[in-house]
């Protein structure tokens, strides 16, 4: 064991102060390439997974918003979803922080969002104690209406205006 492999078990903000220092200078013969190579796939399991959580949370008050709301408003004439509308702008706003540091995550969110819309789903029912059949299995929302910050969906018993067919695309 290196005295490098050994700071990596004692010392992780050390052991990677060493190994920039060591990448700088070009000593590639000395760096921890093993924990070097476990890290960076780390970093981008990582990244992978607050894309995911992020898509979850947002299509989750999306679904909400939309097949909920309306229900919601007959009960309790003073709610006004204040709080889903905060969730939804702050979820959006963390994607796009997200997507911008990392362009390359922009190939995973296909991948991401499938992965996402049916976790979405299931949370959406949770929380709002409605069968997991009231919301479509597949995504409704086009990419660009997930990001647009202008986008809410029509409650449930308005029209369908800015969503896509379940032929267009499926998440």
Not at 54 to 82: C, I, M, N, P, T
Not at 114 to 140: H, K, M, V, W
Not at 160 to 166: A, G, K, N, Q, W
Request: hydrophobic share 35%; charged share 30%.
């Amino acid at each position: 064991m290196t005295k490098l492999t050994q700071l990596y078990d004692q010392d992780y903000t050390a052991w990677t102060e060493t190994n920039a220092a060591l990448l700088k200078a070009g000593r590639f013969e000395a760096l921890d390439i093993e924990h070097l190579l476990e890290e960076l796939s780390e970093m981008g399991k990582s990244e992978q997974r607050s894309l995911e959580s992020r898509l979850r949370v947002l299509l989750a008050h999306l679904l909400k918003w939309q097949f909920h709301y309306a229900q919601l408003s007959e009960r309790w004439r003073e709610f006004d979803g204040r709080s889903w509308r905060n969730t939804i702008v702050h979820q959006r706003a963390e994607l796009k922080l997200l997507l911008r540091k990392h362009p390359g995550m922009k190939r995973l969110w296909t991948a991401a969002l499938q992965e996402a819309y049916g976790d979405a789903r299931e949370l959406a029912a949770e929380e709002s104690g409605l069968p997991i059949e009231t919301f479509p299995s597949a995504c409704p929302y086009s990419d660009q209406a997930i990001l647009d910050t202008a986008f809410l969906p029509p409650h449930e018993h308005q029209g369908h205006h800015d969503l896509i067919s379940d032929n267009e695309r499926e998440c």
